[in-house]
């Protein structure tokens, strides 16, 4: 599977849409903005129903992804704000053409489910992209599962803690929920588990793990005189930036990571993860 990603992102990789979430969120706006001028249209004209598809009404394979996260002015500024943050900083993890793939494939999913329930059940469940952005913040989490999130803008959390919760909620909903949401959730989870996992956690996280580890070996060495100062003499220090040279003795605050697109051991704080130049 990993090759055959691979082989897309050398024949396709070169036209990815770039900042994809900025053009989710001015969906989102638009769709908000119908939403308040009239409440029924975009249930009546724009949501993803099958039965309507099915009778010539295509472009609602679109305009679903209009549907706004909420519809409190408040809220809804909040929620824009997160999934930007979150997508943006995946698209940047991973390469646009990733990101791409790994949320139209959502949206596929998305599509393919609604049909699936419509067909079993002969009734239609009007799905939207609420499953899609949350296979993208469980994705964020096994990214960044220590990044800390100012919940309502004043309450550190970290990610990991928020997706435990989500977490448990999904299953509850999932045993709970009608046929639509059951199937809303699988597909959601099943995008998340086959991309993530399966596609880009293994090659990654194993780069990941062997540059660590031979970098955590280096800075653990004895200090010799004219060392290249990387490391304390009792050395305690086992992360430093390579772009700001803060390490976890001078700024424990900060996550450390290593940069899997570049070449050799270069680790950087969270504040120059994806804007340093990667090394070739």
């Known amino acids: 599977m990993n090759n055959f990603i691979d082989k897309l992102e050398r024949r396709f990789g070169r036209h990815p849409i770039h900042n994809l979430m900025l053009y989710v969120c001015i969906l989102y706006m638009i769709g908000l903005v119908v939403d308040l001028a009239n409440p029924t249209f975009y249930q009546a004209y724009l949501?993803?129903?099958?039965?309507?598809?099915?009778?010539?009404?295509?472009?609602?394979?679109?305009?679903?992804?209009?549907?706004?996260?909420?519809?409190?002015?408040?809220?809804?500024?909040?929620?824009?704000?997160?999934?930007?943050?979150?997508?943006?900083?995946?698209?940047?993890?991973?390469?646009?053409?990733?990101?791409?793939?790994?949320?139209?494939?959502g949206v596929i999913f998305t599509i393919i489910a609604s049909f699936i329930a419509y067909f079993v059940t002969g009734q239609v469940f009007l799905m939207d992209t609420y499953y899609i952005n949350m296979s993208i913040f469980f994705a964020f989490a096994m990214e960044y599962p220590d990044m800390?999130?100012?919940?309502?803008?004043?309450?550190?959390?970290?990610?990991?803690?928020?997706a435990y919760l989500d977490g448990v909620l999904f299953v509850i909903s999932f045993i709970?929920?009608?046929?639509?949401?059951?199937?809303?959730?699988?597909?959601?989870?099943?995008?998340?588990?086959?991309?993530?996992?399966?596609?880009?956690?293994?090659?990654?996280?194993?780069?990941?793990?062997?540059?660590?580890?031979?970098?955590?070996?280096?800075v653990h060495r004895p200090e010799r005189t004219g060392g290249n100062g990387n490391r304390t003499a009792d050395g305690k220090i086992i992360h430093r930036c390579a772009v700001c040279g803060r390490t976890n003795i001078t700024n424990p605050e900060l996550e450390f990571r290593f940069c899997s697109k570049c070449n050799g051991n270069y680790e950087y704080c969270q504040d120059h993860l994806f804007t340093h130049e990667h090394i070739k």
Do not use: C
């Open 176 to 218: 709970t929920g009608t046929v639509g949401t059951r199937i809303a959730i699988a597909v959601a989870m099943l995008n998340f588990l086959i991309y993530f996992i399966t596609v880009i956690n293994p090659a990654q996280r194993y780069r990941q793990h062997k540059r660590r580890s031979a970098y955590t070996k280096a």
């Open 148 to 162: 800390e999130l100012l919940f309502m803008f004043l309450i550190p959390i970290k990610i990991k803690w928020l």
């Open 47 to 105: 949501s993803l129903n099958p039965q309507a598809i099915l009778h010539g009404q295509i472009w609602r394979l679109v305009t679903f992804l209009m549907s706004p996260p909420d519809t409190n002015v408040f809220f809804f500024i909040f929620t824009l704000y997160l999934y930007y943050i979150l997508g943006r900083s995946l698209e940047r993890t991973w390469g646009a053409f990733r990101f791409n793939l790994y949320y139209f494939s």
